[in-house]
């Protein structure tokens, strides 16, 4: 419409986009599921983005997959996720602690983009490091010896944004936590 225009009508009262709905309407075309044209339902979709997966997405836009209610308080305002933290310093221990963690935290983030490019592959809409990035590995690592499944993980990061996302990165903590340097690590916190 904006081709033959020169703009794009910012109302749903501009004659010209109700000629265009009529004619769509009576040429049989399906309505438009659009953010704009289904407001709702856009703002609904916006707000739920940590529960789409891609063999849930087409029910998302047809309105026909039922997500979680709302977490709001009373006032309706939107809670920021929840994450338990501790001071970071004195959390990762000794020097040597501190190198083994970023080390760790370092190769979760990039097994993570390898295995988001495996999963997504060039349809990706999002990068890797948009979903999972720095401060996600680091609440991961500063909570390392609380996590004990990936239900753990989806409090700590937010949800899970792909499928299998929380079931691999859990995979790779615990891993992680069989090597002799996380015994090493675990043997200095002891210590201090």
Not at 111 to 127: K, L, P, T, V
Request: proline share 3%; aromatic share 10%.
């Amino acid at each position: 419409m904006d081709n033959k225009l020169g703009y794009i009508p910012l109302s749903k009262d501009d004659p010209y986009y109700v000629k265009a709905v009529e004619h769509k309407r009576t040429a049989g075309f399906p309505s438009c599921k659009c953010s704009n044209c289904v407001v709702v339902s856009g703002q609904q979709l916006v707000e739920n983005l940590r529960y789409l997966t891609k063999e849930n997405f087409e029910r998302a836009i047809d309105s026909t997959l039922d997500f979680p209610p709302p977490e709001a308080d009373s006032n309706n305002a939107v809670l920021k996720k929840k994450q338990t933290r501790r001071a970071a310093n004195a959390a990762l221990g000794t020097e040597n602690d501190q190198v083994i963690l970023a080390r760790f935290k370092a190769n979760m983030i990039t097994s993570f983009h390898q295995f988001y490019e495996a999963q997504m592959g060039c349809s990706a809409r999002f990068s890797a490091s948009s979903l999972f990035h720095d401060e996600h590995a680091n609440t991961l690592v500063e909570n390392l010896d609380e996590i004990q499944s990936a239900t753990d993980l989806y409090h700590l990061i937010g949800g899970e944004f792909i499928c299998g996302q929380l079931e691999f990165l859990y995979d790779l903590i615990g891993r992680f936590k069989e090597k002799d340097l996380y015994q090493e690590h675990l043997d200095n916190q002891k210590r201090l």
